[in-house]
C-alpha cells in the first residue's frame, strides 16, 4: 500500500516487510533499479522508503517496476489516489 508519495519519493507500507528476510530482499530488489537514488527499509513498520530521479525514471515505470520486483516476493502496490504520470 502507498502511504505517501511527493515527486521523487515514495512510502510503501507491507505487513510483510516485518519479516527481516523479506524485507531485505525487497531493499536489495529495489535498491538494484537503475534511477533509484535511496532505499530505507524500517522493519518494525514493515514501511519501504523509495528515492528516485524522476528524470531517470518517471513514477509510471517506477510502479510498473515495483509491481514486478516486489511481485517476486509476493507483494503487490496498492495505487489509489497516486498520480499516474
Not at 500500500?1 to 516487510?17: C, D, P, T
Not at 523509495?50 to 503487490?76: A, H, N, T, Y
Amino acid at each position: 500500500m502507498v502511504v505517501s508519495y511527493s515527486e521523487g519519493r515514495i512510502r510503501l507500507r507491507f505487513r510483510e516487510l516485518r519479516n527481516p528476510l523479506a524485507a531485505a530482499a525487497a531493499e536489495a530488489r529495489i535498491r538494484a533499479v537503475q534511477g533509484v537514488t535511496k532505499v530505507a527499509v524500517k522493519v518494525l513498520t514493515g514501511s519501504i522508503l523509495i528515492e528516485f530521479d524522476p528524470e531517470v525514471l518517471p513514477l509510471k515505470k517506477l510502479i510498473e517496476l515495483g509491481k514486478k520486483e516486489l511481485g517476486v516476493l509476493g507483494l503487490s502496490i496498492d495505487i489509489p489516489g497516486l498520480p499516474q504520470d
